[in-house]
């Protein structure tokens, strides 16, 4: 339950009978062992994610990403867990000019986030190779959806554009990023977890190359607005270029992405639009504090 923690998003699976929600940290080891106790399979999604606060506050990724991740490793392999996923991404094999990333292909992560990511990773491996927990890996390209934290790319443009705010787009907006749908994602990794083989990583990626810029005009387009809105921003520093997956070995595994694209982006904004609710509490509290702090700092905006 940190700044993202958000118990609003879990209200429509609080009634189901095989859901349970436990308050801890991750890196609390007596929670840990409480909550795993019972427990067959452990899917690791807890991780500090955005880049951009990982370079202001990198402790915290440390904390969360890599010990956080031991944690739970040492729980299960006390427990003898059946099946341990850790949730991983794309920004572990660092930038790419060109063709794309294969599982195997090395680590070289950019950020402290994508570091503390890789570790983890690392991690994971050797408690598959050393203790014989039966680890698999995930690594998927960038998640967009509903109930995305209004700081990531795509919600953060979107709401800005329904506040008739700007976007900052960074640099020269020509970076790329290969976009999946999160129940296409969520989907891949049930499929994983169902028919990975143990000790195998996989890439998730459903093939959606596009610059932020193209993201961007896209949005504006769809909310009836033009480019006056969008504000060209300093840079993140040691900003990605490029990421995109070799996706291979899920697919021959069997799994293909459902969704494309463009609708689902369509569906991604409607939902904004009609649950401005839930983002407006979050923008105008904690994260509208940091966003003064540190944001407008590091990329030079005044205001
Ligand atoms: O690739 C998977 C990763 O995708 C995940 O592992 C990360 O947890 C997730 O945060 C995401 O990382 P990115 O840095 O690619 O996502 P973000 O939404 O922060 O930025 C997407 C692109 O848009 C990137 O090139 C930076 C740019 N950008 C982002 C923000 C927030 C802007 O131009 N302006 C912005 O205000």
Aim: hydrophobic content about 35%; glycine content about 8%; overall charge neutral.
């Amino acid at each position: 339950m940190t700044y993202a923690g958000n118990p609003d998003n879990l209200k429509d699976i609080e009634e189901n009978k095989n859901y349970e929600f436990v308050k801890g940290d991750v890196c609390d080891k007596n929670v840990v062992k409480s909550a795993m106790k019972g427990c067959d399979m452990v899917l690791n999604f807890a991780a500090e994610t955005h880049v951009d606060r990982s370079i202001g506050t990198p402790e915290d990724f440390i904390n969360t990403d890599v010990f956080g991740t031991y944690v739970l490793l040492e729980a299960a392999r006390n427990f003898k867990i059946k099946k341990f996923i850790q949730i991983s991404t794309d920004e572990v094999y660092g930038s790419i000019e060109t063709g794309s990333f294969e599982e195997t292909d090395v680590l070289n992560p950019s950020s402290p986030y994508a570091a503390s990511k890789a570790a983890a990773d690392l991690l994971v491996n050797s408690y598959f190779v050393t203790y014989g927990v039966p680890t698999l890996i995930t690594r998927s390209s960038n998640n967009f959806g509903y109930y995305q934290y209004p700081e990531k790319l795509i919600p953060l443009f979107i709401t800005n554009i329904i506040k008739s705010k700007k976007v900052p787009l960074y640099g020269d907006g020509l970076n790329i990023r290969d976009w999946i749908y999160v129940l296409d994602n969520c989907d891949a990794i049930d499929f994983i977890l169902h028919n990975g083989i143990l000790g195998e990583i996989y890439n998730i990626g459903a093939g959606n190359e596009k610059t932020n810029i193209k993201i961007t005009k896209t949005i504006l387009t769809e909310l009836g607005k033009d480019e006056s809105s969008i504000e060209y921003v300093k840079d993140r520093v040691g900003h990605d270029r490029r990421y995109a997956l070799n996706c291979q070995k899920l697919n021959k595994l069997g799994w293909k992405p459902k969704f494309k694209f463009e609708e689902a982006l369509k569906e991604t904004i409607d939902w904004y639009k009609e649950n401005k609710g839930w983002w407006e509490k979050i923008k105008s509290g904690d994260y509208l504090e940091y966003y003064k702090k540190h944001y407008k700092e590091r990329h030079g905006m005044k205001g």
